[in-house]
């Protein structure tokens, strides 16, 4: 008894420390057009974790030796699933183009709402910028005065008395 508890507890940690160990695994992502994909994260199947790939498309990582299938993901592709069959992973990414119709219209209703907003701002300036002149020009008119000539000669002529 004693023997066979020994045994299990041996081959449960020697599989444990084989699962902690893992195993590497390297690789390529290119695009529809066989061009090398940088920027996409690649990782375990289910698990949050993983590499992101570099300029010319290749990524290495380890994994569990339990992960059979690793994920390529990239913003306005498919995600993709490859199963691990050896230590190198070729991924050919499909772009989404229902998703890239949709970021062409958001990224063209921004714009439009952005070219509305500076225009709204614009035409606002203008009309503060009227508004202050007008103001300006309602003061400068209350604060005219009558030339002073032309009331002191009427004032003068009232009281001459006259040559008759």
Known sequence: MKKSLM?????????LAVAQSGRFVNGVVFDENDSPMAGVMVGAKGDSEGVVTG?????KLTVSAYTK???????????????????????????????????AAAEEAAA????????????????RLAAEKAAAKAKAEKHKV???????????????PSDR
């Open 112 to 127: 439009k709402a952005k070219a509305e907003a500076a225009a709204k701002a614009k035409a606002e300036e203008q009309a």
């Open 7 to 15: 045994l299990l507890l041996c081959a449960v940690l020697s599989h």
């Open 55 to 59: 300029p010319d498309g290749q990524f």
């Open 69 to 103: 299938y690793l994920t390529a993901q990239a913003e306005g592709y498919f995600t993709q699933s490859a199963e691990i069959d050896g230590s190198y992973i070729v991924f050919r990414m499909r772009i989404n183009r229902k998703y890239a119709e949709q970021k």
């Open 146 to 160: 009558e030339p002073v000539s032309s009331a002191v000669t009427e004032s003068k002529n009232e009281d001459k």
